[in-house]
């Protein structure tokens, strides 16, 4: 592994602003983990890097491995990493707070059982503001994979273009997970669907519940393209264009965004222009009515 994290660190060790590169694993009883970043009952806080091109071949987390602790990670980029069970990340016995993945990328990775995300041994994982896209189960799990002693929550993601060889691509997830998302996107997933709890999405299988919708996101770039013989993917562009479904449209009842405006669905909000000051406009849409007066 590049970094290793094993002496009970805590959230007060960092490491930020990297490039993590050509990392093969640390062996542990005949199994390689983390290609890259390698942590044993500790919780860093990893911060703004970039790992890429790492293995674990035939182990797990061709990118990160994490056993126990509850580790963070905000605004790293995961990308053509490989292993057996989780290309980008792989989580065991991460419990307590659990893991958090906020503000991130998972892209282009592959392996046998989770492309992108791994998590087994009663892992806890909260996703924010996470784009986890063109990721590769052979078997299952796409995107993200999660055994039944596993739990997971994702809010305001853009799950794209992932792709499994058996049930759905986006994640492979089931009941006993208990498994809660709201105000993400999910498109052109292989196949799509999915077993969570959804509110306030966007999903490219027929939605249930009152508050999803199955409508095109309108994105800035709606292509990815999988190179199969290399094994190789090309991102689009995931932000929103104007027009957008996803543009206020979130949960009501989560933060607004950076403009002020209601929390728009996916991992990236549109910034509108701010509204001129109108008085008695209680509600801020830039006009006075009726239900302004309650």
């Not at 196949?191 to 994105?219: K, M």
């Amino acid at each position: 592994s590049v970094v290793v994290f094993r002496s009970g660190e805590g959230p007060e060790s960092k490491l930020e602003g990297f490039t993590l590169a050509g990392g093969r694993g640390t062996e542990v009883d005949g199994v390689r983990k983390g290609g890259a970043i390698y942590i044993v009952r500790s919780s860093p806080s990893i911060l703004g890097n970039k790992m890429t091109a790492c293995e674990a071949r035939g182990g797990l987390g061709g990118g990160v491995y994490a056993e126990g602790g509850s580790p963070s990670f905000r605004g790293n980029e995961v990308s053509s990493c490989r292993a057996e069970r989780g290309g980008g990340f792989a989580f065991l016995q991460c419990a307590g707070p659990g893991v958090l993945l906020e503000r991130g990328s998972v892209q282009g990775n592959v392996a046998e059982e989770g492309g992108g995300l791994y998590l087994a041994g009663g892992a806890k994982a909260r996703l924010e503001r996470m784009e986890v896209a063109g990721n590769a189960a052979r078997k299952e799990g796409g995107g993200l994979y999660a055994d039944g002693s596993a739990s997971w929550e994702m809010h305001h993601a853009t799950i794209v273009f992932n792709r499994s060889a058996s049930g759905p691509g986006a994640f492979r997830s089931s009941p006993e997970n208990g498994a809660r998302v709201s105000s993400s996107i999910f498109w052109s997933n292989e196949p799509p669907g999915g077993a969570a709890s959804f509110s306030y999405c966007i999903l490219d299988a027929e939605p249930a519940g009152l508050t999803n919708r199955r409508v095109f996101p309108l994105f800035t770039d709606p292509t990815g393209i999988w190179q199969e013989r290399e094994e190789k993917w090309t991102r689009g562009d995931y932000r929103l264009l104007f027009g957008s479904p996803a543009i206020d449209a979130g949960d009501p009842s989560s933060p607004p965004d950076p403009d002020d405006s209601r929390a728009d669905v996916g991992a990236y909000f549109f910034e509108q222009p701010l509204r001129a000051f109108v008085r008695g406009d209680v509600g801020g849409d830039g006009r006075v009515r009726p239900d302004d007066l309650g």
